[in-house]
Antibody, heavy 124, light 107 residues
Framework: EVQLVESGGGLVQPGGSLRLSCAAS????????MGWVRQAPGKGLEWVAN????????YHVDAVKGRFTISRDNAENSLYLQMNSLRAEDTAVYYC?????????????????WGRGAPVSVSS | DIQMTQSPSSLSASVGDRVTVTCRAG??????LNWYQQKPGKAPKLLIY???TLQSGVPSRFSGSTSGTDFTLTISGLQPEDVASYYC?????????FGQGTKLEIK
């Protein structure tokens, strides 16, 4: 079955750290760019980070730069998000998502496969 | 960052109605625009990519169009299972910003 399964979420105090994992199965993980998207309680979607298929390039939203790091292990079919110096405003459900990339006069990208999400709560 | 302004923030319509949601980009993004549906308590689901291409498996009552920097999601013949929030997202440049969302309810 083609799926993404997140793990590693939970309750953490402000200033603490968490590492989210995303296990991919049913497709060739190493061929796809991947990303993380989060959703604060009752709010909309916010793109957090992307990583290229070979891990050579990474992009993060300004709100998490210097605190969060996206990474991957293609041998383990896994995506990660290391979250340090967590703040209350990082409280959200974090979704792992596969990026489908295709060329049609330019390089188009969209999130075509999503995990169920990992809840992260930052509170004292 | 490219701002995506989505409207309305909520709407209520009857089964069978034609429903439209609009998303305006803060700059030219060509057709680098995707639409997602999110049902309560669930992960988002891709509906339309590249502004007007229907994702495989998505009912044909969903369609997307563009006019300059304005993008429209149309549901032709609203069904009860379409109750959800809908989000646009630009993939022209990082950060890949989303619209604020439109919550759709049935009258």
């Amino acid at each position: 079955e083609v799926q993404l399964v997140e793990s590693g979420g939970g309750l953490v105090q402000p200033g603490g750290s968490l590492r989210l994992s995303c296990a991919a199965s049913g497709f060739t993980f190493s061929r796809h760019c991947m990303g993380w998207v989060r959703q604060a309680p009752g709010k909309g979607l916010e793109w957090v980070a992307n990583i290229k298929a070979d891990g050579s390039e990474k992009y993060h939203v300004d709100a998490v730069k210097g605190r969060f790091t996206i990474s991957r292990d293609n041998a383990e079919n896994s995506l990660y998000l290391q979250m340090n110096s967590l703040r209350a405003e990082d409280t959200a459900v974090y979704y792992c998502a596969r990026i489908f990339l295709f060329e049609r006069g330019g390089y188009f990208r969209h999130f075509d496969l999503w995990g169920r999400g990992a809840p992260v709560s930052v509170s004292s | 960052d490219i701002q995506m302004t989505q409207s309305p923030s909520s709407l209520s319509a009857s089964v069978g109605d034609r429903v439209t949601v609009t998303c305006r980009a803060g700059q030219n993004i060509a057709t680098y625009l995707n639409w997602y549906q999110q049902k309560p308590g669930k992960a988002p689901k891709l509906l339309i990519y590249a502004a007007s291409t229907l994702q495989s498996g998505v009912p044909s009552r969903f369609s997307g169009s563009t006019s300059g920097t304005d993008f429209t999601l149309t549901i032709s013949g609203l069904q009860p299972e379409d109750v959800a929030s809908y989000y646009c997202q630009q993939s022209y440049r990082v950060p890949y910003t989303f619209g604020q969302g439109t919550k759709l309810e049935i009258k």
